[in-house]
Structures are given as C-alpha cells and as structure tokens.
C-alpha cells in the first residue's frame, strides 16, 4: 500500500510539472527584421578637403537616407587609422529619415596627400559601406 501511495504521488508531481503552460510569444515582427533589411543611400561616400594646414583637424560629413521600409541599423564605423574618430547621428533610423556619419581627422603627422577609409557596418543588403576622406596638407 506504502509502494502504491508513493508512486501514485510521484506520477502526480510528473504530471504536474511536466503540463505546464508555455507562453505564446508573436514573434512575427522578429521575422519582419530579419528578412526584409533596410535600404541605405549616402549623399556621397568621398570627401576631399584642399589646403588644409599641418595640424589642422578637419570633418568630413557623410548624410545618408534610409530609403527602406526597416528601421536601419548602424552597426558599426571602423576607420583605418587611429588617428581618426568618428561620430554618428543615431545608430537606428527610421525609414524615410536622414542620419550622418562624421569622420575627424588630425593632420598633425600625415603626410601631404592623406586618404582616410572607414567602413560601416549596417543592416542593408550591402553590409559594408566605404566612406573615405582626402586631405592635401601644406606646411
């Protein structure tokens, strides 16, 4: 009688755990973004600034659209050189909005034709994108 007490209550306790209840979650909007990506159109990717003195620190400002129907995603922006930084608008756009991306330059040990590449990670069709900027320095 114990054995059959003891293993009906043990079954009662499996039962009990094992039919929980599982939470429906929508994952439909998840699938939306990881199907459709966003559409991104810079205004220019090349930038060339002309006599700029020894020491100068210049910008170049690269605007872009996100022309797509997804919200876009700068993942990253990766100069080349150290001695570049960089700044971003927002790293989410909404479609149909503008954003930037800013690179800054100091030109104390550069040589006189300096060229700059920096590399931006998004979630387009097109992962990568090279912006690049130019210097003519003069002492």
Same mark, same amino acid.
């Given at each position: 009688?114990?054995?059959?007490?003891?293993i009906f209550l043990t079954l009662c $306790?499996?039962?009990?755990?094992? &039919?929980?209840?599982? /939470?429906?979650?929508?994952?439909? +909007?998840?699938?939306?973004? #990881?199907?459709?990506?966003?559409?991104l159109i810079f205004e220019k990717t090349?930038?060339?600034?002309?006599?700029?003195?020894?020491?100068?620190?210049?910008?170049?400002?690269?605007?872009?659209?996100?022309?797509?129907?997804?919200?876009?995603?700068?993942?990253? $922006?990766?100069?080349?050189?150290? &001695?570049?930084?960089? /700044?971003?608008?927002?790293?989410? +756009?909404?479609?149909?909005? #503008?954003?930037?991306?800013?690179?800054?330059?100091?030109?104390?040990?550069?040589?006189?034709?300096?060229?700059?590449?920096?590399?931006?990670?998004?979630?387009?069709?097109?992962?990568?994108?090279?912006?690049?900027?130019?210097?003519?320095?003069?002492?």
């Amino acid at each position: 009688m114990r054995i059959d007490l003891f293993i009906f209550l043990t079954l009662c $306790v499996i039962l009990l755990f094992s &039919c929980s209840e599982t /939470e429906h979650v929508d994952k439909s +909007v998840e699938t939306i973004d #990881e199907k459709v990506h966003s559409k991104l159109i810079f205004e220019k990717t090349k930038i060339e600034i002309k006599n700029v003195k020894r020491g100068e620190v210049i910008e170049g400002i690269y605007t872009f659209k996100n022309t797509g129907e997804n919200v876009l995603t700068i993942e990253y $922006v990766n100069p080349d050189c150290t &001695c570049t930084s960089y /700044e971003v608008s927002s790293n989410k +756009v909404l479609p149909g909005q #503008e954003g930037w991306v800013k690179l800054v330059l100091d030109t104390k040990d550069k040589l006189p034709e300096t060229r700059i590449n920096a590399t931006v990670r998004t979630n387009t069709d097109q992962r990568f994108h090279r912006l690049v900027l130019k210097a003519s320095i003069i002492d």
